[in-house]
């Protein structure tokens, strides 16, 4: 039953509780308890938000930004990857493959700003070999959910 909780409140965190249990067959009280757990467990690390930016008056610029990196010795990727995920302006880390180690995803205002963090305070860093950086143009589907376009079902629209 938890990977079905964890399914259901990944595509909408802000199911109701009832709701959930009457699509599950079972007692809030269960699933209330259920969820309780995981995320004491830090199964559930938190609730995320999805918003479309271009709908608001922000100007926000996402990149993402492959990293290759030396791994430190004993230490892996891990303690680079924990220097890159400490700055305020980064949003994600991964470890990934092929011909860069680690994708950094951040957000700036402008590209400038992006460019600059690139610059001053990661490729800086002395373990990084080189980066090479995308900016994300325009969002078509982000966390499952189709960006700009009115869904017919309110059930089926995803608030991850």
Same mark, same amino acid.
């Given at each position: 039953? $938890? ?12 199911? *109701?509780? &009832?709701?959930? @249990? ?6 809030e009280?269960v699933?209330?308890?259920?969820? @309780? !757990?995981?995320? &004491? ?15 608001t008056?922000s ?14 010795? /004993?230490?892996? #990727?891990?303690?680079? @990857?924990? $220097? ?14 092929? @011909? ?7 957000? /700036?205002?402008?590209? $400038? *700003? ?9 490729s ?10 995308? #900016?994300i143009? !325009?969002?078509? !589907? ?10 017919? *079902?309110? $059930? ?5």
């Amino acid at each position: 039953m $938890r990977e079905q909780i964890l399914t259901f409140l990944e595509k909408n965190s802000k199911i *109701d509780l &009832q709701e959930l @249990a009457i699509l599950l067959g079972s007692s809030e009280e269960v699933i209330a308890n259920e969820v @309780a !757990k995981m995320e &004491q467990e830090q199964v559930i690390c938190g609730y995320h938000t999805l918003i479309d930016w271009e709908k608001t008056s922000s100007e926000k610029v996402t990149a993402l930004i492959e990293v290759r990196v030396t791994p430190q010795r /004993g230490q892996g #990727f891990d303690s680079i @990857a924990e $220097r890159i995920y400490n700055y305020p302006e980064v949003q994600s880390v991964y470890l990934i493959s092929g @011909a860069y180690d680690l994708l950094v995803i951040l957000e /700036g205002r402008t590209l $400038r *700003d992006v460019s600059a963090f690139v610059s001053d305070k990661l490729s800086t860093l002395d373990t990084v070999l080189s980066t090479a950086t995308h #900016f994300i143009l !325009k969002k078509y !589907k982000d966390y499952g959910t189709i960006l700009g376009k009115k869904v017919k *079902d309110e $059930r089926m629209l995803v608030t991850p």
